[in-house]
T-cell receptor, first 111, second 115 residues
Framework: SQKIEQNSEALNIQEGKTATLTCNYT??????LQWYRQDPGRGPVFLLL?????KEKRKERLKVTFDTTLKQSLFHITASQPADSATYLC??????????FGQGTTLQVKP | GAVVSQHPSWVICKSGTSVKIECRSL??????MFWYRQFPKQSLMLMAT?????????EQGVEKDKFLINHASLTLSTLTVTSAHPEDSSFYIC???????????FGPGTRLTVL
């Protein structure tokens, strides 16, 4: 069966450093992948979408890569700030719009 | 991005009662909306796809007679949890999809607690 794994449940880094989150998947061929931020008790907030034919996408301090050979996406937050502390979710879809989510990585940025 | 609202933001009900949750797309017409459920410390799980003007399609293991979905207009989908039980207590979140970009935008969620 299809499986999505975000390699760390929790990640602690120092303010100003780059946070790198990993999303791996098996038994699946997504058409695109999305990254979301979720704060406690809130719905996910869309950050970036990357398609199967794209290698990299950037938005301000965020960067996402997508390697369909390795079946992996990396999500980077550069110059991290305490306000970036949240749970980050990766989600895959084939194009029907039905998203399959990873379990999330909780990022804690310490001042 | 799209603005999605949900009402209520939280609800507490007695076991055996029914609860209706509304999901509204505030700034564009959504022919398709999705309903997800999230248990504590778990990720989101898709429950069903809500299609405007037609029947919803449910994911495997989700009882369609228990979770009634009505998508009567291009801006409103409702989820009714019928005969709620404590195990239905969860965080219910809807989303809309911007077809032109495939981007999915989520509502703020509804916390349901069944006593």
């Amino acid at each position: 069966s299809q499986k999505i794994e975000q390699n760390s449940e929790a990640l602690n880094i120092q303010e100003g450093k780059t946070a790198t989150l990993t999303c791996n998947y098996t038994n699946y061929s997504p058409a695109y992948l999305q990254w979301y931020r979720q704060d406690p008790g809130r719905g996910p907030v869309f950050l970036l979408l990357i398609r199967e034919n794209e290698k990299e996408k950037r938005k301000e301090r965020l960067k996402v890569t997508f390697d369909t050979t390795l079946k992996q996406s990396l999500f980077h937050i550069t110059a991290s700030q305490p306000a970036d502390s949240a749970t980050y979710l990766c989600a895959l879809a084939r194009g029907t719009g039905k998203l399959i989510f990873g379990q999330g990585t909780t990022l804690q940025v310490k001042p | 991005g799209a603005v999605v609202s949900q009402h209520p933001s939280w609800v507490i009900c007695k076991s055996g009662t029914s609860v209706k949750i509304e999901c509204r797309s505030l700034d564009f017409q959504a022919t398709t909306m999705f309903w997800y459920r999230q248990f504590p410390k778990q990720s989101l799980m898709l429950m069903a796809t809500s299609n405007e003007g037609s029947k919803a399609t449910y994911e495997q293991g989700v009882e369609k007679d228990k979770f009634l979905i009505n998508h009567a207009s291009l801006t409103l989908s409702t989820l009714t949890v019928t005969s709620a039980h404590p195990e239905d207590s969860s965080f219910y979140i809807c989303s809309v999809i911007a077809v032109s970009t495939d981007t999915q935008y989520f509502g703020p969620g509804t916390r349901l607690t069944v006593l």
